[in-house]
């Protein structure tokens, strides 16, 4: 990239701040919900606009930065706007104006306590995750990736029983302990190179490195990383989460927390080692291995789950490893593939989380053994999580076949046509723990009254439109917002090339 291509431009840091500077707006509301509500929302808006501020310059590889503060010699707290950062900032950013609105729904319909700290908190959740998505180095990369974990504990904890409570503590002790990891792999790398700049292609590019230095490093991150990538043996904090209120799972699952684990797992791959690196001392192969036996174990894990949200909490493990797999394979197709997966699990899996949540909040249910008959009582909301099954399982028109399509073919791309058997197998996996779900809901008799319809709007609606999303972008993925198009730029500048 050339200097030319870089600008000043303190749009990263408003979007950032926007949400933190909703708190105390949010805390001093807390006796008039109306308004507490909308300053909620309001940030949201406005967040999004700022972010989508910056998608014509990263659509043409330009890159807004802002320095804040020189912390010592070559490391400073800084926040850059690259395509890659831009991609993932729209799908949370635009994601959290909808679980707002779901939320406030959610969470009065279920009369739930201590509402304003969980607005307070989710509004910290996404200042952080914006943080990760525009952070222009490990420094402060790492200082957003805490305070989200930092942050999403309270929301973990919300219902304050002894299940959430157990799960807020494992929650911490994975995380934070991953933090520890990452640390240590940030202050070896500045060992070894005097900067913790993102450099696409690779910051260690260039460096002579041995496989004794290369192979444990790489280890370090991916542990730092790796936990919040629920990649398996790291991943059982996930499914224990599910204490949670539904919309925390999908902040959890879609929006922050689990992408900003794969996210990192980019950027560590891409602009800390580099292609040339991953590949040179077999790296690539380390992550795809990880990345099969979660996807497999993940899914064969989903099929035994009676818990709506769990077998939903145990699809969203295998799922993340779409993305490791398509970082492992090394090919530009695959990686395009990767990051359209960002965003098209994203809309997939919090329609599923919404659609469980308005079924409990609704009905009361939380078990796929109790759905029978309440596609009849609850059309919109079954309707909705039928198309994102069908998504997740990667069948065409919904978005999930787009990006399953281009990891497919980056691996036949690479001659790596086993992986094409492991997304197969785990397509069959999907349908395996899917489509009993669907079939309870709309051909068991069930035993709900017709006059039990749908759950409340403000819950309703969020999922019915996260479901055409996830249908519009498997038709049009450059619609509205280029996804094709940004992931395309993001993966010309890190391979240095034309794409195949």
Not at 56 to 69: C, D, I, K, Q, Y
Not at 293 to 300: E, P, Y
Not at 319 to 345: E, K, P, R
Request: glycine fraction near 8%.
């Amino acid at each position: 990239m050339n200097m030319s291509d870089i600008y000043t431009s303190a749009v990263p840091l408003y979007a950032v701040l926007v949400s933190l500077a909703a708190v105390p707006l949010i805390i001093l509301s807390a006796k008039r919900q109306n308004l507490r509500e909308f300053w909620t929302i309001a940030a949201g808006v406005v967040k999004f606009i700022l972010v989508l501020t910056l998608l014509p310059g990263a659509l043409e590889n330009r890159v807004a930065t802002v320095r804040l503060f020189e912390i010592t010699p070559n490391i400073q707290l800084a926040l850059k706007a690259d395509a890659v950062g831009v991609f993932f900032a729209i799908v949370a950013s635009g994601l959290w104006i909808l679980t707002s609105i779901y939320s406030i729904g959610y969470m009065r319909g279920l009369g739930e306590h201590k509402q304003t700290r969980y607005f307070s908190y989710f509004a910290v959740c996404l200042s952080s995750t914006i943080g990760i998505a525009f952070a222009a180095n490990l420094v402060t990369f790492i200082l957003f990736y805490e305070i989200l974990t930092i942050a999403t504990y309270p929301l973990v904890i919300h219902k304050e029983t002894k299940e959430a409570i157990y799960a807020g503590r494992k929650y911490l002790a994975y995380t934070l302990t991953g933090g520890v990891f990452l640390i240590a792999a940030a202050a070896w790398t500045y060992q070894l190179n005097g900067n913790l700049d993102f450099v696409p292609g690779g910051l260690l590019q260039g460096l002579a490195l041995t496989a004794g230095t290369a192979v444990p490093l790489f280890f370090l991150f991916i542990a730092g990383v790796g936990v919040k990538a629920s990649i398996m043996p790291l991943h059982s904090w996930l499914p224990t989460a599910m204490a949670a209120p539904t919309p925390v799972s999908a902040l959890l699952h879609a929006v922050a927390v689990v992408k900003a684990g794969v996210f990192g797992i980019i950027r560590v791959s891409m602009f800390i080692f580099g292609p040339d690196i991953m590949v040179q001392f077999g790296l690539n192969r380390i992550l795809i291995v990880f990345a099969v036996i979660t996807i497999l174990v993940g899914s064969l894990l989903a099929l035994k789950q009676d818990n709506l949200k769990k077998r939903l909490a145990y699809s969203t493990i295998a799922h993340l490893s779409y993305i490791v797999l398509g970082v492992g394979i090394m090919s530009s197709t695959a990686l395009i593939g990767s990051l359209l997966h960002i965003a098209f699990h994203a809309t997939m899996k919090i329609t599923l989380f919404f659609c469980a949540g308005a079924i409990y909040v609704h009905l009361h249910k939380e078990n796929i053994s109790e759905l029978d008959g309440i596609g009849k009582t609850m059309p919109w909301t079954l309707g909705a999580f039928t198309v994102a099954s069908i998504g997740l399982a990667g069948i065409p028109p919904v978005n999930g076949f787009i990006s399953k399509w281009y990891l497919g073919a980056g691996a036949a791309d690479s001659g790596q046509f086993l992986l094409i058997v492991v997304l197969v197998v785990s397509g069959i996996l999907n349908v395996a723990y899917f489509s009993p779900i669907v079939h309870r809901s709309f051909f068991r008799k069930g035993q709900e009254q017709e006059t039990q319809k749908e759950a409340k709007p403000a819950m309703v609606i969020p999922l019915v439109l996260t479901a055409c999303l996830s249908l519009v972008f498997g038709l049009f993925p450059n619609l509205f917002f280029s996804f094709f198009r940004l992931a395309a730029q993001a993966v010309t500048g890190i391979f240095g090339g034309p794409l195949p």
